[in-house]
């Protein structure tokens, strides 16, 4: 299993659904992990509204770093 | 000095038969070819099937090309249009009328077997506002059911941004089925032509 497809299924386990946005290497690091632009919302032209702040209580690098462990 | 022939009785009643009479390369006669004159820069036109003039260039021309790389990737579960990071190109028309080509290629992945579809577009402003997609979707790329597909994604599009502003260019990418896709890891490429028509 890639690093890619760790990090998407950990994401899925935490909170299914989730929408995000990540360049080159999986976010394996808690420095790659503070990296990912997480969409909470969309602008009237179709583009999302990104944060790198992760907006949802069930994730942060911690959580998911676990989740990933178990894989 | 160039000389043309006359040939026998290719002269009468004080008229030239050119037609058939007269071989050879004809020199620049005294008195030019039906125009007095020409207009420096300009070129030379038939405005008739047996007249000509001096008429300026109207033909299309490519003003200038931009152009930007990347061998970044982009990966979403985003099902809004995110930015492809690795390019992000401006363009300062010279002329409000012209047309702005834009070229797109890069590679698209669905990463997975379970029915995956993306869709790219492309994102632009003017002087950093009047940001706009110019299509709901350029392509839906890598789809295939039950298929993980990696191949080639790229569109071309002719903006007419009227504008002689800063005008900015950024590809995006989204998840069609909210799962990871991803944009580019090899070479990535956007040409911008400013052109005439």
Known sequence: ???KTKFETAINTLKAGVEYTYDNDAPITE????????????????????????????????????????? | MAFATIGTRGIQAQSVDLTSKVTGTLPVPNGGLGIASGTTGQFLKF??????????????????????????????SSSSYTHFSGIDLS???????SKILVFFTSNFDNESTDNR??????????????NILLSSTMAQPAYSPNTRVSGTVSWIFMDAPSSTGSVRYRPVLKSNTGNQVNMGGFQST????????
């Open chain 2, 117 to 130: 579809q993306g869709a790219v577009s492309c994102w632009r402003e003017i002087d950093g506002a009047n």
């Open chain 1, 31 to 71: 420095e790659l992990f503070n990296k990912i632009r997480w969409k909470t919302g969309e602008d009237s032209v179709g583009l999302a509204i990104e944060t790198t702040i992760c907006p949802h209580s069930e994730i942060n690098y911690i959580k998911l770093k676990a989740e990933m462990d178990k894989l």
């Open chain 2, 91 to 97: 363009i300062t028309p010279t002329s409000a009328s």
């Open chain 2, 47 to 76: 405005t008739g099937t047996e007249t000509l003039a001096s008429a300026a260039d109207n033909a299309g021309k490519i003003l200038q090309i931009k152009q930007d790389d990347s061998t970044g990737t982009t990966n979403t």
């Open chain 2, 190 to 197: 956007m040409i911008l032509m400013e052109a005439t028509i």
């Open chain 1, 1 to 3: 299993m890639t690093d």
